[in-house]
């Protein structure tokens, strides 16, 4: 089968042995899989020592193909799903850090998403695997854990789904595909959202979208989906005395951080999201089947062999989000 992987830096697209299921799980066709920016800073920042642990692509949409399983999936089931899952038994899991857990750091797919078949095991399909509804896309349903990792971040911004968030306002700075996302996960929570991104086009995208920027307001919480130290200051103009910084991305230079001072006089709280948990991949699957979130036409469409020119396209800022159909 075919399967791409990280070769001198560059992307190869290699022939492997179709995974086999010795044990309890499913063997899943892949139907497509979505770019997702870490990839970009996995291949960015890849070195001959690190580059045969990177595992690429992990927004995966496909049809179990086979399965030796206890749970309600079957063969023929088109899913959507995570890629990591928590063991909820260690100190991180109890104080539900669950993405600092080291079973989830450990636990993946295999070999990648971008491959023809992918194996799962039990506990992907106990705790992030979601039947999708047909009625979707597959580049839509490939959203899933993108739209998890966004879900996570609000809610540890302290927004609750069943609580009326609407006297909050949250401003979203960097409107990529993550951004644009983020945006639609906090409308969805019933919180007032705003966006605000450096490049017209973006701007141009999120107002079509339904979402606008004042920049005569200030904001109860700030998400930062921008990997740019220089939102930090952006973010520091626009948040309230008192408010919350959500940290939703990594960034270059990262000494050029937050003032110690400004954070302390005006007693900012500095949170960081960095992936889901099992919870937040079911709200994610709910928002998706449920069209809750509508993420209609966002992807532009690749095929498996031209993984490599979707990667140069976005770096160079072509496209706003890359599917790849395999």
């Known amino acids: 089968m075919k399967s791409a992987k990280l070769i001198n830096g560059k992307i190869e697209i290699i022939n492997l042995d179709k995974p086999i299921l010795d044990k309890k799980g499913a063997i899943i066709k892949v139907l497509g899989c979505g770019l997702c ?3 970009l800073v996995k291949i960015k920042h890849a070195t001959k020592e690190n580059e045969k642990n990177i595992v690429l692509g992990h927004e995966v949409v496909g049809i179990i193909d086979e399965i030796d399983s206890v749970s309600d999936f079957k063969k023929g089931d088109i899913v959507a799903l995570g890629h990591h899952y928590p063991c909820f038994n260690c100190e991180y899991c109890k104080n539900k850090s669950y993405s600092m857990c080291r079973t ?29 509804n047909n009625e979707l896309k597959n580049d839509e349903k490939a959203f899933l854990e993108p739209l998890s990792c966004c879900i996570r971040a609000v809610r540890r911004a302290g927004f609750d789904f069943d609580n009326d968030n609407s006297n909050f306002s949250a401003l979203t700075i960097g409107l990529g595909s993550i951004g644009l996302l983020m945006l639609k996960a906090l409308k969805a929570f019933k919180v ?10 973006r701007m141009e995208k999120a107002i079509k979208a339904g979402f606008s920027f004042d920049k005569n307001k200030k904001y109860d919480t700030i998400f930062l989906t921008a990997g740019n130290s220089k939102a930090i200051e952006t973010a520091l103009k626009y948040v309230i005395d008192g408010g919350k910084i959500i940290v939703f ?34 709200l994610s699957a709910k928002f998706l089947n449920e069209k809750i979130v509508n993420v209609e036409n966002l992807s532009s469409h690749y095929t498996l062999d031209n993984l490599a020119k979707a990667v140069d396209d976005s770096f160079n800022n072509k496209i706003f989000k890359a599917y790849i159909e395999v």
């Open 192 to 201: 007032n959202a705003f966006g605000f991104d450096i490049s017209s086009n």
């Open 104 to 132: 989830f750091k450990n636990s993946n797919i295999f070999p990648s998403g971008f491959s023809e078949f992918i194996k799962v095991d039990e506990n992907h399909l106990k705790y992030t695997v979601y039947k999708m």
């Open 249 to 282: 991305s990594s960034v270059e230079d990262d000494l050029k951080g937050f003032s110690n001072n400004e954070i302390y006089y005006r007693e900012l709280s500095i949170i960081s999201s960095y992936s889901p948990s099992p919870y937040d991949i079911e």
């Open 37 to 39: 920016g870490s990839d």
